[in-house]
Structure formats: C-alpha cells, structure tokens
C-alpha cells in the first residue's frame, strides 16, 4: 500500500512518473505527474481526486496553463505558473528537455522515500 511522500512509475501505454505524497494508496496531498510525452501537471488531490488550482506545462515547457479540480483551464505566463507551483510547493523546473524514460518493467512500480527498494504494485 502506498503511504507517505513517493515515486510511482506506471507502466500504462503512454507511461509517466507520480512525484509526491500518498495516502491510502491514493494521491492526497501535492503532486507531480510527469507524462511519458514530458508535459508536467502539479496539483493537489484528496482521496486521489484533483482539487483546486494546478498547473501544466506543455511537452516542450513552452506553454503552461493553469488546472482548476484537474481540469485545463486558461494559458497563463510562465512566470505566474512558477507563482502557482511555488504556493502549491512543488519545483517544477524539469531535469532537461528530455522525455520520460519508458518503464522497463511490465509492472508498475512503487519507491517511496523512505525506502530503497522498488516493488511492482497492482
């Protein structure tokens, strides 16, 4: 079960990576979801749902947008999604224009922060 602040890893067709804390096995707090294509959407959720304000960021980072409940809503400058990143506590400064390296595995896997090991989850 996943618990805490982590790193989940899905497997799905278009793959991506899940940056942030955990309950219950649902995303519930401030998150980062990193799309295998490279858009970014920072948000927070509550029992694994989206709620209030995020925001994303095109494949390229050359275009961001806010996030109301999970939903895209207007294009907005870069700096003010930097503002709504930085309230929300998340840095969304990307390691480089690189894409997310496809999972390996055909399992999605699971680390969390206070762990070393990586298991497949279902």
């Given at each position: 079960m996943k618990h805490g602040v982590g790193t989940y890893y899905s497997s799905a067709a278009a793959g991506g990576v899940y940056e942030g804390q955990w309950e219950g096995d649902r995303k519930h707090g401030r998150g980062k979801f990193t799309f295998g294509d490279g858009r970014i959407r920072i948000q927070t959720y509550d029992a694994g749902a989206p709620v209030g304000q995020g925001v994303g960021w095109s494949w390229d980072?050359?275009?961001?947008f806010e996030l109301q409940d999970g939903r895209k809503g207007r294009i907005i400058p870069q700096d003010e999604a930097a503002q709504i990143a930085a309230r929300i506590g998340i840095d969304p400064r990307r390691k480089g224009k690189e894409r997310v390296a496809s999972v390996e595995s055909?399992?999605?896997q699971w680390m969390c922060a206070s762990q070393s090991n990586v298991s497949p989850t279902d």
């Open positions: 980072g050359e275009a961001s055909p399992l999605t």
